[in-house]
């Protein structure tokens, strides 16, 4: 995904959206140990929405990528479905243990 960021350099939104029926072998979200971090992360990127999230491993190291690195993102959504109580809450607590590039920026849930 980040290769395609790349291509990108003026991105202000970003919409990723899983799948209902992945199971454990699809990774749509792959985060790769990166050199270089897409210009649109560090220079333009203000929203991110994450649809049918299901708090994969994978998905949670890609969100954060995001949040370390995106200076001037103000929202991210992230559209957890039918995830229940208890993941949602490990979920929300791993994500705030990753450091926020933009002071601004807030996290809603849904």
Partial sequence: MFDVLECMPTLE????????????????????????????LTSSLKMVSVEKFSGRRDQVAMLGHILQNASLLQTMTVMT??????????????????RRSSVMCTIEFS
């Fill in 13 to 40: 939104n970003l919409t990723l959206k899983g799948t209902d029926d992945m199971d454990d072998e699809d990774v749509p979200f792959r985060v790769r140990k990166h050199r270089k971090v897409p210009k649109c």
């Fill in 81 to 98: 479905g039918n995830m229940d109580i208890d993941a949602k809450y490990n979920f929300i607590r791993q994500l705030s243990k990753f």
